[in-house]
């Protein structure tokens, strides 16, 4: 071999070393399970897993482990609101769910799939995949490398059980919209007919000065609970109050008040005075109007005679909040159900 290739086979040497260094996966600050352990922390107390389905040979699933998972505030987003699982799809660990029991036969090719694999994935292997387990242990499948701005609506979507009643690219929009610094670009790709209207502003009122107001005014009083790490309260009041529909139904029709939850503050609701009970707990007129259902966003209704009407937890999108805005500024709740109500009803936000 002459010096010639002997420079060429260094330079190529270090090549592939170099490479091979790239590939090297730094621990994440996400806090692993085992599907075992998830499996049985999930039966102690539910919460959404997340499962990480990889392969050893996946060069985008290295590069997620690098980019987004490595992410500090993606990773203490997920480690307090998931139980996040790393599977090997090609591995040959028995692993027990739900007390199954799921093994690698080794037949299918030189890179035979796991039979939870197979089970997670549906049959369709498509590495990296991010599989949500919802607290009803429902499966959604999202595969392909996700970005930390991607990733981000997804993790509040399933961290706070928006896909109960929530189709996804509703609510990503929404959120979209909320934080439109980060998505100009994919804003940007929209028709501006086809935008969430944000136009619309809403007139808040302490909560004193609304009870007070409607035994003046006779205008049912609605009381909207959030909390400050509540992300779908965020987006609720940046874009589904301030749709110019929903902002003038509200203004027109009630006296509305926005009141954090865990507030330390003095009110004052129809004369009886309610305080803060502590750093992080929850507001005494919290207990008094949700009990024991600290499931934010919330929203309740009480009438001009003082009587509790109803209370509703869960993110809303606009034309959901319109019905329900509807159905009590029109007393329809006094001859008919809310379900006989929508059967008939024709609101103005499309959807």
Sequence with gaps: MNKRNYILLFFLLFFLNVLSAQTIVEPSPVKWFTIEQADSLFEKKPKPMLIDVYTDWCGW???????????KGIASYINQNFYPVRFN????????????????SGKGGGKPKHDFAKY?????????????????????????????????????????????NTKYDDWKLLYQMNYSKNYNDE?????SVNLPDTSGIVTYYSVK???????????????????????????????????????????????????????QSVDTLFGDVFKGTGRGRPHQLTY?????????????????????LNEMHGFLLPYQLE??????????????????FIKTFKGKIKH
Excluded: H
């Excluded at 549906?122 to 995949?129: A, I, L, Q, V, Y």
């Excluded at 804003?187 to 028709?191: E, F, G, N, P, S």
């Excluded at 949700?290 to 003082?306: D, H």
């Design 323 to 340: 019905e329900i805005l509807s159905y009590f500024s029109e007393n329809k709740y006094k001859s008919q159900s809310f379900q006989e």
């Design 288 to 308: 008094a109007l949700l009990k024991q259902s600290f499931k934010f966003p919330a929203f309740v209704f009480i009438s001009p005679e003082k009587v509790k």
């Design 187 to 191: 804003l940007a790709k929209i028709d």
């Design 120 to 164: 997670l994935l549906n049959g369709r292997f498509s590495f990296p995949t991010i599989v949500y387990v919802d607290r009803k242990r429902n499966l959604y499948q999202i595969p392909g490398y996700t970005e930390i701005k991607d990733i981000e609506p997804l993790l509040v979507y399933f961290a706070e059980d928006l896909n109960i």
């Design 89 to 104: 799809a090609e591995t040959f660990d028995t692993v027990v769910y739900r007390g199954k029991i799921y093994t690698n």
């Design 61 to 71: 699933c290295k590069y997620m482990m690098k980019t987004t998972f490595a992410n």
């Design 209 to 263: 000065k609304a009870s007070e107001l409607t035994l003046k005014n006779k205008k049912p009083l609605v009381i909207y609970f959030y909390t400050d790490w509540c992300q779908s309260c965020k987006v609720e009041s940046g874009t589904v109050f301030r749709n110019k529909f929903i902002s003038d139904l509200i203004n027109e029709k009630y006296n509305f008040v926005k009141f954090n939850a865990a507030s």
